[in-house]
């Protein structure tokens, strides 16, 4: 909210036009620079909301601390936490373009969008008569050298499966998965990344095959339905001895160790002992919370036989949290095909009515798909070669952005992105490449002064 007023402030200092809605977009307008008048009108747009992710060891608070930038080599980094790249980058563009007076251009229509990384909700918000461009680029399409032609839509679902705790005194357990590389769930879905919530449900799991009994005290992993979480815990407790409980879970961790050595070389399994517990789920219950998790699908569930390496279907399970009265498993499908989210989603209503699980679907977003035609991509292959002497890659993505929303919004509309390289977002180690982002800034403007 301060963000979207900083905006309006922005706007105002400059004597620009601009609206803001219920939801704090800014759509901020700056008339045509001279001899481009009687020009299309363009739209840029670009989400000022940012994933908050911080390093274990970090104390940051995202409600009241500044990020803590330093430069590493030609990286921009924030100390400990996620930097924001994603989508800073395409904000301060559109700042950049906003403020010069010198810069050739047509009208533009610069929309600051809020709320895309929790499921587009500012773009959905949005209304076709906010904008009179049929041509828009986006700006949260980072990687310098390549231009997306289509994303993927999506679907959330949260399933809610019912508990209650009995009284207990008994020895506690803690099983703690980490060390895994995570990422984004729609730019890294394709690497077999291993997800933390599904490995502490295989431990336990193999747990009870081997006959041991336990009951769950806890179990919780991952904050964000689009992040492939990276660590994950479950408390629970048993009669069994932790020398031998340990030994079976070094052997499972072995396993898991060779399995992902290459996609996920960092993995850590450890057991560990916990005071007392004073209650419980009963056997019965822990059984079927953990089964439950076993079983819920999770990976890249088809590709495209056209464009390498291109997922066509995928779901994530990104967030398990234990509460007072229920146990919450949230999942996050992603395609451009509405019948592929269609089969996930029934694959999980089953499973929820199969586990006695109630669910609740939300925050649908629609896919954005290739066009063999666009104008707007034509022009700007044309430029990239003649500024960079090299021809544009023109990719397809599978994580999901608002270029969908304003494709529905606007079936006519001529959609290309842009963006500097920046990596390992939604981690903290997320860097944006400083060099790459001068390139892209005078890319774009020699592109804008071509329109």
Not at 117 to 144: C, H, S, T, W
Request: net charge negative; glycine share 8%; hydrophobic share 40%.
């Amino acid at each position: 909210m301060q963000l979207s007023h900083w905006l309006v402030q922005f706007a105002q200092d400059r004597g620009l036009a601009y609206f803001q809605d219920n939801l704090f977009n800014v759509i901020i307008y700056k008339p045509a620079s001279p001899g481009y008048e009687d020009h299309p009108a363009l739209l840029i747009q670009a989400h000022m909301d940012m994933v908050c992710e911080k390093a274990p060891e970090s104390t940051h608070n995202f409600e009241t601390d500044p990020l803590e930038l330093y430069v590493e080599g030609d990286h921009l980094r924030a100390k400990g936490t996620t930097l924001g790249a994603d989508d800073g980058m395409g904000c301060a563009y559109m700042l950049a373009f906003l403020d010069d007076k010198t810069l050739a251009h047509p009208a533009l229509e610069c929309c600051f969008t809020t709320q895309e990384e929790v499921g587009m909700d500012g773009a959905l918000n949005l209304k076709p008569e906010y904008f009179k461009a049929r041509q828009m680029i986006n700006l949260d399409g980072a990687g310098e050298y390549k231009t997306y032609m289509s994303m993927g839509g999506g679907k959330r679902i949260a399933l809610r499966k019912d508990i209650a705790f009995e009284p207990v005194d008994e020895s506690a357990y803690r099983l703690k998965v980490d060390g895994l590389l995570g990422g984004h769930s729609g730019g890294m879905i394709d690497k077999e990344r291993a997800n933390a919530n599904k490995l502490v449900a295989r431990v336990l799991y193999h747990l009870l095959l081997k006959g041991i009994p336990l009951q769950l005290v806890q179990m919780d992993g991952g904050t964000k339905l689009n992040v492939i979480t990276s660590l994950a815990e479950a408390v629970f407790i048993s009669n069994v001895e932790f020398s031998d409980l340990q030994a079976f879970v070094s052997a499972c961790a072995k396993d898991i160790a060779l399995e992902y050595e290459f996609s996920d070389p960092g993995i850590h399994i450890v057991l560990s002992e916990e005071p007392q517990a004073k209650q419980a789920m009963s056997a019965k219950l822990s059984k079927q919370v953990i089964e439950l998790l076993y079983l819920l699908p999770y990976g890249m569930k088809a590709k495209s036989m056209v464009l390498e390496n291109l997922p066509i279907a995928s779901v994530n399970l990104g967030i398990v949290a234990t509460h007072e009265d229920h146990i919450e498993f949230a999942l996050s499908m992603r395609s451009a095909l509405d019948s592929w989210i269609l089969e996930l989603q029934n694959e999980v209503i089953l499973l929820a009515k199969l586990f006695e699980a109630s669910y609740e679907l939300s925050d649908s977003y629609p896919g954005w798909r290739y066009e063999k035609v666009s104008p707007l991509r034509e022009k700007m292959c044309l430029v990239f070669e003649e500024v960079y002497q090299q021809p544009l890659a023109c990719l397809a993505g599978h994580g999901g952005n608002e270029c969908g929303v304003f494709k529905k919004m606007h079936p006519d509309m001529d959609i290309v992105t842009s963006g500097a390289i920046y990596g390992l977002i939604h981690t903290p180690d997320e860097f944006l490449d400083l060099a790459s982002f001068d390139r892209t800034y005078h890319f774009l403007t020699t592109f804008l002064s071509r329109l």
